[in-house]
């Protein structure tokens, strides 16, 4: 069975610091899928990244980047320089070895993320 | 479409009512994906269809939940008579089916009261 955690609930951070959001995740498969999804207010889900199994290489994007440690089986999402935009609910996913339209998505409970002005 | 279309966007029903939440997934996209999100959760998955075929449907709470896809596109999750317990987001997503990228509607908001 997979499983991800995301123990932080709730984070407020002022604007400018630089946040971490943490995700840990459980699966007996040697090969799957890592997401992170933001959720702003507005309610949709926002596709951020997408990172397979076999790929440990950090990854920068602008602000955000993601740390991807299987000795921990986690996969942490860094904002720095936080902007009130950036607040939201953030998700953490894994999805299965790909199979051919076999890619159901496991979350996290997410964190919601408030960035004080 | 150019993106995952669901209707409506918001659903207020009784308790004891049928309904049908509607997802039109983007154009050519194989697989179509149903989620449930209740309020300061995740989304949970519920089933999925390749083309018209239900794959998987092990996430369905009970018998009162269905889903179809006749034709292979449009999907119709049906709920029969609704409990309080049913409200929640529901999503859908949909994706190429040749790697895990799905795209996510704006979800329907079901409210049974």
């Known amino acids: 069975a997979q499983k991800v955690t995301q123990a932080q609930t709730e984070i407020s951070v002022v604007e400018k610091e630089d946040v971490t959001l943490d995700c840990v995740y459980e699966?007996?498969?040697?090969?799957?899928?890592l997401f992170w999804y933001k959720q702003p207010p507005s309610g949709e889900l926002v596709f951020l990244i997408r990172?397979?199994?076999?790929?440990?290489q950090n990854e920068i994007s602008g602000r955000y980047s993601w740390n991807f440690q299987k000795s921990t089986s986690s996969f942490n999402f860094t904002i720095t320089a936080s902007q009130v935009v950036d607040s939201a609910v953030y998700f953490c996913?894994?999805?299965?070895?790909?199979?051919?339209?076999?890619?159901?998505?496991?979350f996290g409970t997410g964190t919601r993320l408030t960035i004080i002005p | 479409g150019a993106g995952v279309s669901q209707s409506p966007r918001y659903k207020v029903t009784k308790r004891g009512q049928d309904v049908a939440l509607r997802c039109d997934p983007i154009?050519?996209?194989?697989?179509l994906y149903w989620y449930r999100q209740a309020l300061g959760q995740g989304p949970e998955f519920l089933t999925y269809?390749?083309?018209?075929?239900?794959?998987?449907k092990s996430g369905l709470p009970n018998d009162r939940f269905s889903a179809e896809r006749p034709e292979g596109s449009i999907s119709t999750l049906t709920i029969q008579r609704t409990e309080q317990r049913d409200s929640a987001m529901y999503r859908c997503?949909?994706?190429?089916?040749?790697?895990?990228?799905?795209?996510f509607g704006q979800g329907t908001r079901l409210t049974v009261v």
């Open positions: 997503a949909s994706s190429q089916g040749r790697g895990p990228e799905a795209f």
């Open positions: 990172r397979n199994s076999f790929d440990e």
């Open positions: 269809f390749n083309y018209e075929a239900q794959q998987d």
């Open positions: 699966t007996r498969d040697t090969t799957y899928y």
């Open positions: 154009s050519g996209h194989v697989s």
């Open positions: 996913a894994l999805s299965e070895a790909f199979n051919f339209g076999n890619e159901k998505l496991t």
